[in-house]
């Protein structure tokens, strides 16, 4: 299977392309078309079709192709927004609910695993966050007793799992991790043998609303009385775009000499954090870590950020080898909890996006509150995690950050390009943002020596695009929209990709 990135997370391996088998009928109006085949849609389609009614899922790729296929999957009632901090913002009514919708996320994957004989290395673990400083060390017992209050089991602990000095730790019961890769592909065969019908390699454009949706799709036009845009981060521009921001976190996978892998989900308190824990691949036991996280299009050498994640570990672990290197992305929400319900504005549309770093947990909970929301129950987090909330409160100076940020790209990256003379200084596999006679270009230079020219104005809401070396990806810091060397869109919110550069045009003027 493929993912959204040149590197290849430890989830692809031997995990061929999910073959889809039911065909569609062109001339029925399903009741719910979910657009996107990572955790958030796959669930959904699953509850939904059990439920009874009638749903296609669309997927631009191969299901796993987004942020699924890239995770770490730790499943946690641990959100990176912490119980004191959602306290504060919100109230201690509501970081009960926090602590009982996650909770219930977990039971849910567990309740499907189990009920459908997904073959996934579903696992509880415990999980465990360490401070290494006094500072942290008295935050964590805050952090601690206000995930207590909340209704974690939670508790001091003497030992960590891993190899780290620490002053304080914490250990929290009842988390949980599986194998990303094979879960979906197990959500897939069920949501197909009750009947669901899944596309793949069928990106979606425009969606038109009238007696029902028509959505504009690769395999002709789809017809659904709802709609679930499980796509990450929906298509458009909406309020959401301005509510959420793009990051991106790297992460390894490696052998250790000792023979002694971490039993848990492991945590430390660094900003960005840095994470821990151990998954078993075709007989071998492999420490996943990963962490480095920034703010996506704002680290053009990402080659380096692995480099600095690989000097980190080795500091730390004896590592034997190191086999799988590959970055994923995640949107954090202004307030640090997720967006989930009715798109604002619209009718009939549903979203889950604002996951954070925690996707697995927070795409199985959207699932979950979607499907109630649209077989007519009403969710009891609805209001909680509604997309339209108005929390002046809440995260508002993340707020104003995280969009002056997206502001001064709007106005100031077009004027910001590194200067090059000439195309020969690209080397193969390269690329660059540069002025070239005159003219702004996305420039990046195959293997073959190929020079591919990109507009690096990003379709969606006209920021600019900056290279990702590792991934050799496209990466638009305003709202995370990525984009392959030939411009080709690989995740929204773009409805589409770079417009390619003729040498002509440049040179006709
Ligand atoms: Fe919104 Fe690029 S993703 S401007």
Known sequence: MKRDGALKSIWQENIPEYQSINNWNKDEVYDVLIIGGGITGLTTAVLLQSEGKKCILAEAYNIGFGTTGGTTAHLNTIL????????KDFDEADAKLVARATREAIDLVEGLVTRYGIDCDFSYQPGYIYAETAEQSSRLDEIREAAIRAGVVASCSEHIPVPMGFKNACRF???????ATRYLHGLAKTFEAAGGILLQHCIVGNVENGQHFTADSALGNIKAQKLVYATHIPPGINLLHFRC????????????????YPAGLIYDMNDPYNYFRTQTISG??????????????????????????????????????????????????TDGLPYIGE????????????????????????????CEMITGHESKYGELFDPSRIKIVAGFADFVKENADVISKFIGMRFDYEQISALVELAPGDATLAEWEGHKVAMYKDENGRIHALDPVCPHAKCIVDWNSAEKSWDCPCHGSRFAPNGALLTGPARKGLTQVKWEDIEGD
């Open 80 to 87: 990176d927004a912490s119980y004191d901090q959602i306290e």
């Open 173 to 179: 019961d009842m988390q949980a991790q599986l194998h």
């Open 245 to 260: 921001a793009p990051y991106r976190s790297y992460a390894c996978a490696f052998t250790l000499k000792t023979g002694e």
């Open 284 to 333: 071998r036991q492999y420490v996943i870590a990963g962490g480095f996280d920034h703010k996506t299009g704002h680290e053009t050498n990402t080659d380096q950020v692995f480099r600095e994640l690989e000097a980190y570990l080795r500091k730390h672990f004896d590592i034997d080898s190191i086999d799988y290197k590959w970055s994923s992305q995640y949107f954090n929400s």
């Open 343 to 370: 798109l604002p504005g619209e009718e009939n549309i549903y979203v889950g996006t604002g996951y954070c770093g925690n996707g697995m947990t927070l795409g199985s909970l959207a699932a979950k509150m979607i």
